[in-house]
């Protein structure tokens, strides 16, 4: 692994803190390509690229946006930390996101026990269908 690599991720998330997204977004999607990250910078790396796009879905994001949070940043940080303390979160903005609802249920489903969620679960298991007009 290159130090090259390390110093994007600090560069990315120095981008992250000052609230800078589309930058961070970019150097994290390189990192993301890269083979030779080691095991702790490949989950760093992970992680800052769902919590970007998460941060920039809190801001108002664009349907592009949700679409690409969904489906990539998401799933890649749960699989690769999957005991992660904020792997719930994603679990459950997973749920909150899908189109299909076998794929909600089972994001829903895997949510471990945490009082920091309750009630969301709930909630996001009952929410009515929006109507496409």
């Known amino acids: 692994m290159s130090t090259l690599s390390r110093y994007q991720y600090r560069w990315a998330l120095a981008a992250y803190n000052a609230k800078i997204n589309q930058p961070a977004i970019d150097i994290l999607v390189k990192l993301v390509r890269k083979k030779d990250l080691d ?4 989950k760093a790396v992970a992680k800052l690229l769902y919590a970007v796009y998460a ?3 809190k801001s108002g994001g664009s349907k592009a946006n949700t679409k690409e949070l969904s489906v990539r940043p998401l799933r890649r940080f749960i699989r690769k930390s ?5 792997a719930d979160a994603a679990r459950l ?6 189109a299909n609802a076998t794929v909600a249920l ?3 489903a895997s949510i471990g026990s945490s009082e920091r969620f309750e009630g969301d679960v709930e909630r996001t298991a009952f929410l009515p269908h929006r109507e496409r007009v």
């Open 93 to 98: 903005l997973i749920a909150q996101t899908a």
């Open 82 to 86: 999957p005991d992660d303390k904020d």
């Open 39 to 42: 095991a702790e910078l490949d």
């Open 55 to 57: 941060a920039r879905e």
């Open 106 to 108: 089972k994001s829903l």
